[in-house]
């Protein structure tokens, strides 16, 4: 949670991945089972929660349109890829006590 209602998490991560492989808003939520709509719903909940977009999105025609991620998307990214690492490092220890006594 980035402030009050922002919340930035591993569906949002994953999606502004997917939009940096892909070069597709659609691409990526299909990689992620989700539709075109929800896809773009999301991306302009991301776009909306920092001071300039994260998304650059090219509409289709000739050229076929597009997404990238704008400098500031690729550093959110890393941010978020940054901030998930530390946090499984740091809970490894738990996390194996807890599969231990799943017990499965």
Known sequence: M??????LGPGKGDLLEHI???GS???A???????????WMLVETLNGYFRA????AATGGKAGGGATLT????QVLAHYRAMTAAAEKACAKDIAAL????GR
Request: proline share 9%.
């Open 2 to 7: 980035l402030a009050p209602g922002v919340f």
């Open 25 to 27: 808003i659609s691409a």
């Open 99 to 102: 599969r231990r006594l799943r």
């Open 53 to 56: 977009p994260l998304v650059f």
């Open 29 to 39: 939520g299909r990689r992620m089972g989700m539709s075109y709509k929800r896809a």
């Open 71 to 74: 400098p500031l998307g690729r």
């Open 20 to 22: 940096a492989e892909t």
